[in-house]
């Protein structure tokens, strides 16, 4: 059975070791699970998963695989509490409704099923009023069903019983592929540190330890200094302006967190794509203006240049001279951007736009393409993997 | 052995996903990564399993300059330089510079130990790879000395992770892994409970629904922990407000009163007036 399950967790993309498998088999032999489903899961997660941002996946094919076996292992006991009973008349029902939930398909639907099936077991199991007046709008309402996450199960201990663990999701904010948002701003941030940080190592200082030990009478005096600082510069290009404005804030909390981990930091503005002047303060974005030439002579060849856009406009913003919704520009964006990209050949841009999405927008493709296919998407694995680029 | 087991402490309140995970490395004798947000008790359990088992503990604290042979030990040899150079005796005997670190110790000691190693993540990149044969035989081998160091019963490792880098695979697989969630309002309903035993229904009630409206500020850059409500608990009764002062400023009036022991970030209190500000405008109108 398990190893099946094993396999199971492997082709779902995840990466247990078999050293793993027998360490999870040797826990269950010692009899700490107390055959509970429950604690198996539990176990199973500490012993095959190692990383938190996996737990979402681990569920779902957790669930996937054992669905309806916790039943089966239900009637092996013997002493069987009435309370027992009850909860598995309540997974008895939710099998079959698990039955049309799947043939409902999608797994948006089947969330969405699985918060009507708890809503009706509160009704079911409290009788009167006292659970639909606050379970029926405030808990799903305020935070059951939004991209916060589901909390399914919030409330009340027989709730928490009848549900199990791992169809709550609870660690579906954790999961890397998700769009960047204050909830995983901070792993996002670590990846950023990743990329500004080195090891710290000690290195001798000849020179002063030469110089010490000769004022030391001839007795060795050792000196160390630590390893110098890394000195990672960023040059950081917004889109301003409509459906970005959300995701550039986002983005310069970010970097600005970071801040401290970068020798320099630069922040420049430009409206769907750059041309002959960038700015840097949004609310006088007419008057004080820097050409790009300038930037591209301020900032030394050595800056790492991040454009955040959606990339999302009419071709012809980026190819054709005055193509720009703005103001007249002499020559293309593209141009501009190619002369961006001689200065500093380490670049990226990072899209908020689902990657999906990409090839049905010709501008992104352009984008794309001139960037020499150096986009990511702005989520923390892109993050990670645009990061990798600019070393 | 598994006789002994970890249930939680008067003073540390565990969720059963964690229990497991505590037992299962106790009983395999095998250590465990703990990872978590800030403040939810990391380093306390090891301190609390340590207790719980009645075991000595031994902490190792992790800097950015440690080095994994710190732990294990280290040999002294510029002092043996120096003392050659000033003729002491002492020189001839190389183990009079071996000094020993703290895995050494934990794994010499005549009872069985508990072994935290502090914010494994704040070292260098290819610290956990160094200490791989230590954690998984439990034993190494002191080179000056031709000695090997065998542990004489398997210590239970703690070891806890914020996160800030990732740890090598070969690593993470010999260990149990577990995330300490951010606790729900009935664990920390029970947290605050074995904290402040005779704190009065009301307060706890009133605080505990403040502070999840707190955290549930979008864009706080740093969202109090559970050690940050139980330290603004600890003020609220030192400094003997009532628990209607809290409701009137839960209802979004104010800040919180004391609101420095949750709030520890400038930028996060303006952003927490100025959407109390919004809110009562909005109110108003």
Request: proline share 4%; aromatic share 10%.
């Amino acid at each position: 059975m398990l190893t099946q399950f094993f396999f199971r967790l492997r082709d779902g993309g995840l990466k247990p070791s078999i050293t793993e498998l027998l360490t999870l088999l040797d826990v269950m032999k010692s009899g700490i699970a107390d055959n509970s489903v429950d604690n198996f899961y539990y176990l199973a997660r500490a012993t095959l998963v190692k990383d938190e941002t996996q737990f979402d996946l681990f569920d779902r094919i957790f669930a996937a695989h054992f669905r309806g076996i916790d039943d089966a292992l239900n009637d092996l006991a013997t002493d069987v509490p009435e309370e027992w009973l009850r909860r598995q008349a309540e997974l008895m029902l939710s099998a079959e409704e698990r039955a049309q939930i799947e043939a409902m398909g999608g797994f948006d639907k089947l969330m969405e099923a699985l918060r009507e099936r708890l809503e009706e077991q509160d009704e079911r199991h409290e009788g009167g009023n006292k659970w639909i007046g606050t379970a029926g709008t405030s808990p799903f309402g305020a935070y059951g069903y939004n991209p916060e996450g589901v909390r399914i199960g919030q409330q009340g201990s027989r709730h928490r019983r009848a549900t199990k663990v791992w169809d709550r999701r609870e660690y579906r904010n954790l999961d890397s592929s998700v769009e960047l948002g204050t909830r995983n701003i901070k792993i996002a941030l670590r990846q950023l540190r990743k990329f500004a940080r080195e090891g710290a190592a000690d290195l001798l200082d000849l020179d002063d330890t030469i110089d010490k030990t000769a004022r030391n009478a001839g007795f060795l005096d050792i000196r160390m200094v630590p390893e110098r600082h890394n000195a990672i510069k960023v040059l950081l290009c917004l889109d301003v302006g409509g459906s970005m404005d959300d995701h550039v804030r986002i983005c310069e909390e970010l970097f600005s967190a970071a801040s401290s981990e970068f020798k320099h930091l630069e922040y420049y503005y430009f409206h769907n794509f750059v041309y002959e002047s960038l700015w840097k303060d949004n609310s006088r974005r007419h008057n004080e203006r820097i050409s790009t030439t300038d930037l591209t002579h301020k900032y030394g060849a050595d800056y790492k240049l991040i454009f955040v856009g959606d990339a999302t406009m009419s071709p012809y913003e980026i190819v054709y001279p005055g193509g720009s919704v703005e103001h007249w520009n002499e020559e293309a964006g593209a141009v501009w951007i190619q002369r961006m990209l001689n200065t500093y050949p380490k670049s990226i841009w990072l899209n908020p736009e689902p990657e999906s999405r990409w090839d049905y927008t010709p501008s992104i493709k352009m984008t794309r393409e001139l960037m020499g296919d150096r986009m990511y998407p702005l989520t923390v694995s892109g993050l990670a993997a645009g990061i990798k680029k600019l070393h | 052995m598994s006789a002994q087991k970890f249930t939680g402490t008067s003073s540390y309140i565990v969720t059963d996903d964690l229990m497991m995970a505590v037992n299962a490395a106790v009983t395999l004798q095998r250590p465990i990564l703990i990872k978590g947000e800030p403040g939810t008790g990391k380093t306390q359990l090891a301190i609390e399993v340590a207790r719980s088992l009645d075991r000595p503990l031994h902490e190792w604290h992790i800097k950015s300059t440690t080095k994994a042979q710190q732990g294990l030990y280290e040999y002294d040899a510029v002092a043996r330089l120096r003392d050659s150079q000033l003729g002491d005796p002492r020189v001839h005997d190389i183990a009079n510079y071996i000094i020993r670190g703290n895995v050494w110790d934990a794994f010499d000691c005549d009872v069985p130990t508990v072994l935290l190693i502090d914010e494994i993540d704040k070292a260098d990149i290819e610290f956990p790879n160094d200490l791989l044969r230590e954690l998984d035989r439990m034993e190494f081998f002191v080179y000056e000395t031709k000695q090997l160091i065998k542990a004489r019963h398997r210590p239970i490792i703690i070891i806890t992770s914020n996160n800030e880098k990732e740890l090598p695979d070969a690593f993470l697989r010999r260990c149990f892994f577990h995330y300490i969630k951010f606790p729900d309002k009935k664990t920390m309903q029970k947290i605050v409970d074995v904290h402040f035993p005779g704190l009065k229904k009301a307060l706890l009630k009133e605080s505990l629904e403040a502070f999840y409206k707190v955290r549930d500020v979008p864009g706080l850059k740093k969202k109090p922990s559970t050690s940050e409500l139980l330290d603004w608990i600890k003020l609220l009764l030192a400094e003997d407000i009532p628990p209607e002062a809290l409701r009137e400023n839960a209802s979004g009036k104010a800040l919180p009163p004391l609101y420095g022991a949750l709030l520890k970030n400038e930028q996060d209190v303006h952003l927490f007036e100025k959407l109390i500000f919004l809110d009562r405008r909005s109110r108003s109108q």
